[in-house]
């Protein structure tokens, strides 16, 4: 029985990770429908952990479960994208503001290596890439200022993140080159400790990119409505 167990477990973690991760990074769409027969398929992997892995990802807000009908895919409303902006901005420019200036100008060297990286990643078409870039380059100002508590927050933070870039689609991609250059301007003002320019281009920066997520949240309605008026 224990080892039953034991299996179980991990199957419902596997098909936790793999849906979830599929939800972040755009896989399944919001005002997707989910159905667990399909799941389990694809996952290689009984009903039962795809229940289990369901129930833990409605609990976290990433999908609404309709019994007997299967799970619709959220998005992100405006004012989780507005909220998500504030705390970042006050997390990482704060930090910024608080680092001594040999951390400060160790991070820039690195992030100069990332904004790199990025150029490459945009050039060679990688969007997964760099997603994951952007992801770390912003969690490096927070590091800076080599506060725990700060980094957890952040840290708790990075799948509505994710989720928010990936969501942006062909608009992630069209903004690129300014997404790159705003990056630049982030380093020029973490080097020189210039704390009130850094916080005036993260600020624009933050806020030219948060995705049309009203449409999002529109089709997921528009999905909900169907399946009632079925039920």
């Given at each position: ?25 755009g896989t399944h769409q919001p005002g997707t429908m989910l159905g667990e027969t399909g799941l ?56 910024v503001d608080r680092a001594p200036d040999a951390p400060r100008q160790k991070l820039a060297d ?53 989720f928010i870039l990936f969501a942006s689609g062909e608009r992630l991609l069209d903004r690129c ?55």
């Amino acid at each position: 029985m224990a080892t039953s167990s034991s299996g179980s477990t991990s199957a419902a973690e596997r098909a936790y990770q793999l849906i979830r991760t599929q939800i972040l990074n755009g896989t399944h769409q919001p005002g997707t429908m989910l159905g667990e027969t399909g799941l389990a398929a694809d996952l290689a992997v009984s009903r039962t952990p795809v229940r289990v892995a369901l129930a833990r990802l409605q609990d976290e807000g990433w999908i609404l479960i309709y019994p007997k009908r299967g799970a619709i895919v959220q998005g992100v409303d405006v004012r989780t994208v507005a909220e998500l902006a504030d705390a970042r901005f006050v997390l990482e420019t704060t930090a910024v503001d608080r680092a001594p200036d040999a951390p400060r100008q160790k991070l820039a060297d690195a992030l100069e290596r990332s904004i790199a990286a990025q150029r490459e990643a945009f050039d060679s078409g990688d969007v997964a890439g760099f997603i994951d870039l952007t992801l770390e380059f912003h969690r490096g100002f927070v590091e800076a200022g080599d506060n725990q508590v700060m980094l957890e927050l952040y840290s708790q933070l990075s799948d509505r993140h994710r989720f928010i870039l990936f969501a942006s689609g062909e608009r992630l991609l069209d903004r690129c080159e300014e997404i790159i250059a705003e990056h630049a301007l982030l380093v020029k003002h973490l080097r020189t400790g210039d704390s009130a320019g850094f916080a005036d281009i993260l600020r624009g920066h933050l806020a030219e990119n948060a995705p049309p997520t009203a449409t999002s949240a529109r089709a997921s309605a528009a999905f909900e409505s169907t399946l009632l008026r079925r039920g």
